[in-house]
């Protein structure tokens, strides 16, 4: 074989290798791009459109598939559907705004995964909708239900709390959560592992989240997790908008404005938290008992958000940046329900979530001292309630 012969030979092989590995390539696009037949009769099913209009016949149906009245649905809906709108998209799918916000309220309200069998989806489409309407929920919501703290708000949370609880100069109760994933296979993780989320937030008195922090996750805990939050930089460095001291009887010395939590957090200047239970007198347990009081609320706030989202409870396969967007979507979902619906007194009896132990740190001296006057206006008479000396 001459030389001309062989270099026509080698160039013919790289020639077929080329075709070879362009022909390798198209197929895995077409095999990656297959369609399952349940999602193509999409066409001619028309399983959503019966279910959404026979549900929205039955209001209190409605409320049970997806925890919101057709109202608060609707106003949703025209909030979120500039968003959410696509003419043709997932697969040359077209899903309309109605039909990507009630699988997704459904699927907050259960934590359901085999939503994509009952709409008629890919179970990737399904994730992407799910994760795509939970970021736009909060962003539509919270300027709404949930806008960033003024003066004027903390001010109208103290005046609500005074009122019922008697705990004076309260702008609300702090406290957290860990909410439990797991990561999907195939997400960078050798082994799918569970994961929890920390949501840290602060209820006011009508056991809505006035301020919430989700992360970081829970091996990611240290003594500064709430200093190191953005909601703690905030408090800490004196930019989350708190009035200042104001007395609290009159011609009485000025007290600072304060969150009330429990012993998880460090006392600060504007965070107060009990005494240690350790040889109490009936001063420290009148204080400890009145700051149990207006602790409950965000106690309560949390019941009534894990057991009305019930996402929250299920170890659902996600990933860490899709559990932030769910579990902001229900934060705002939940104050909107409060708004517009009321609380349920039902969902405050079980606290379904796990408590957040923080790492313990020293109490600052100055938090100290608020902390006494706090105690000895709780025993005064201007400040004493008959029923703190029963339960203590």
Not at 286 to 304: Q, V
Request: net charge positive; glycine share 4%; with cysteine.
């Amino acid at each position: 074989m001459d030389l001309e012969t062989a270099i026509t030979l080698q160039l013919d092989l790289l020639a077929f290798r080329v075709l070879l590995a362009r022909f390798i390539s198209q197929r895995s696009r077409i095999m990656r791009r297959r369609v399952h037949p349940m999602v193509l009769q999409r066409k001619t099913d028309k399983t959503f459109y019966v279910l959404y209009q026979d549900l929205r016949r039955h209001p209190r149906r409605f409320l049970e598939y997806t925890n919101l009245a057709i109202s608060s649905f609707d106003e949703l809906l025209r909030l979120v559907t500039p968003h959410i709108s696509h003419d043709a998209s997932d697969m040359q799918i077209s899903i309309r705004p109605e039909e990507r916000l009630l699988l997704t309220l459904r699927f907050l309200a259960t934590g359901e995964t085999s939503l994509h069998v009952t709409y008629l989806l890919g179970r990737s489409i399904l994730q992407r909708i799910v994760h795509e309407t939970c970021e736009v929920i909060w962003e539509v919501l919270q300027p709404i239900v949930m806008p960033q703290p003024t003066e004027q708000l903390w001010g109208d949370v103290a005046e609500e709390f005074a009122i019922r609880t008697q705990f004076p100069n309260c702008i609300g109760a702090l406290d957290g959560r860990h909410i439990q994933f797991q990561m999907p296979p195939r997400s960078g993780s050798k082994e799918c592992k569970k994961f929890s989320v920390v949501l840290m937030a602060i209820a006011d008195s009508s056991y809505k989240f006035v301020a919430i922090n989700v992360g970081p996750y829970g091996s990611a805990l240290n003594a500064n997790v709430l200093r190191s939050s953005t909601m703690g930089r905030k408090l800490y460095q004196g930019r989350f908008n708190v009035p200042g001291p104001k007395p609290i009887v009159e011609g009485g010395n000025a007290l600072p404005h304060v969150l009330v939590a429990d012993e998880a957090f460090g006392l600060h200047i504007n965070i107060m938290k009990p005494f240690i239970e350790l040889d109490l007198d009936i001063r420290k347990k009148a204080y400890n008992y009145r700051l149990h009081r207006a602790r409950l609320y965000a106690g309560r706030a949390f019941s009534s958000l894990a057991n009305k989202w019930r996402v929250l409870q299920n170890t659902v396969q996600l990933r860490p940046g899709h559990a932030d967007s769910v579990i902001k979507a229900t934060c705002v979902l939940h104050n909107l329900v409060c708004q517009r619906q009321g609380p349920n007194w039902d969902d405050m009896q079980t606290d379904p979530l796990l408590y957040v132990e923080f790492p313990s740190v020293r109490d600052a001296v100055e938090a100290e001292t608020v902390r006494e006057q706090f105690a000895d206006y709780f025993v005064s008479p201007a400040g004493e309630i008959t029923l703190q000396y029963s339960r203590t």
